[in-house]
């Protein structure tokens, strides 16, 4: 059975400064997505990292993965209130586990403070 | 436009009272699911379909049934509804080619049961 952690799940942070969330996963899968979901809002797709090394950017937010150690970390450079939201990692199915169900994280909420 | 659509958007019902929220994707996605999501719990599976006819449990399935009889629809049923249902549904779909399971999400459903 997949697991998959976030830390943290909580992160209030202000204007500015750097952080990272990380997304750790606990059996093999090769590709990992990262969602933002705004308050009261649906999910978005935010990244989608295919490959072992995959590092994707989009303005103030980076992504990477790791699959050797089942490590994602979506990294926050210079925050600004627009980025509050709560953000959602989901490792693909192992395929070859027989099951295509998807598991998400809790979410980190983050919020960025003036 | 590409979209998921769910209906109804809000949602308040009695114990016991059957009823059906739909989902509709018009992308020709194989993959289409349904989650729910609850505070400090995150998101959940509930059931996800690979296509037509084809349907599996996710995390939390006790309480749901699914139907895939056509690719674009993905009806959620509860056939007895009780309180521990109450929650925010989502249905996503996804484009199965190349082993993608990026999820697109619907605008959520607010399902309250008393």
């Known amino acids: 059975e997949l697991k998959v952690e976030q830390n943290p799940l909580f992160l209030s942070m202000q204007e500015g400064k750097n952080y990272t969330i990380y997304c750790n996963y606990s059996t093999t899968s090769d590709r990992l997505y990262w969602y933002r979901q705004d308050p009261g809002k649906s999910l978005e797709s935010l990244f989608v990292l295919l490959s072992n090394g995959a590092v994707k950017q989009e303005g103030r937010l980076m992504a990477s993965l790791d699959t050797k150690a089942r490590l994602s970390t979506l990294h926050i450079t210079a925050a600004v209130h627009d980025l509050s939201a709560t953000y959602f990692c989901a490792p693909s199915p192992s395929f070859g586990a027989g099951s295509y169900q998807l598991t998400f994280g809790k979410g980190t909420k983050l919020s960025v403070i003036p | 436009e590409a979209q998921v659509t769910q209906n109804p958007r809000y949602l308040i019902t009695v114990t016991g009272k059957k009823l059906t929220v739909t989902c509709s994707q018009n992308m020709n996605h194989e993959y289409m699911s349904w989650y729910r999501q609850d505070p400090g719990l995150g998101l959940r599976q509930i059931y996800y379909?690979?296509?037509?006819?084809?349907?599996d449990k996710g995390d939390v399935p006790e309480g749901y049934k699914v139907s895939r009889k056509e690719k674009r629809n993905f009806p959620l049923i509860l056939e007895s509804p009780s309180p521990n249902q109450t929650s925010l549904y989502f249905c996503?779909?996804?484009?199965?080619?190349?082993?993608?399971?990026?999820?697109?999400f619907g605008p959520g459903t607010r399902l309250t049961v008393t």
């Open positions: 379909s690979m296509n037509v006819e084809v349907t």
């Open positions: 996503a779909s996804s484009f199965l080619g190349q082993g993608s399971y990026e999820q697109y």
